[in-house]
């Protein structure tokens, strides 16, 4: 089954939540490793269940369908991708690691 509309919604929600938050900015800039990535996204957006850390060239090769991008107040650059077919995908550049994040279909 794919993610109602409603439930994507809350990646742009999410987005606007850390571009505007300095302190989670900073707590996302920190994150290194799956566990702690995945504890930030659940204390944040419970919704966002999907999560992994990508290498820099998949972060920063060009997107088939670009959804919208920008940069937080800290500098953090992340796009949202519509993969092929599939879900809406946050994608965020950070200083210790790059992540994709998403929903997970049920």
């Known amino acids: 089954m794919s993610v109602s509309i409603e439930a994507e919604k809350a990646l742009p929600r999410f987005v606007g ?12 800039n920190s994150v ?5 990535l995945q504890n930030l996204i659940k204390s944040v957006e419970p919704v966002l269940t999907g999560a992994a850390l990508i290498p820099l060239e998949q972060a920063t090769r060009p997107p088939k369908i670009l959804v919208d991008s920008g940069y ?24 210790k690691s790059n992540f994709a994040i998403w929903i997970e279909s049920c």
Request: a negative charge; one cysteine or more.
């Open 72 to 95: 937080t107040s800290q500098k953090i650059p992340w796009r949202l991708l519509r993969c092929t077919g599939g879900p809406l995908v946050l994608q965020l550049i950070c200083l």
């Open 17 to 28: 939540l850390i571009t505007q938050d300095i302190d989670l900015q900073d707590r996302f």
């Open 32 to 36: 290194d490793d799956i566990n702690s």
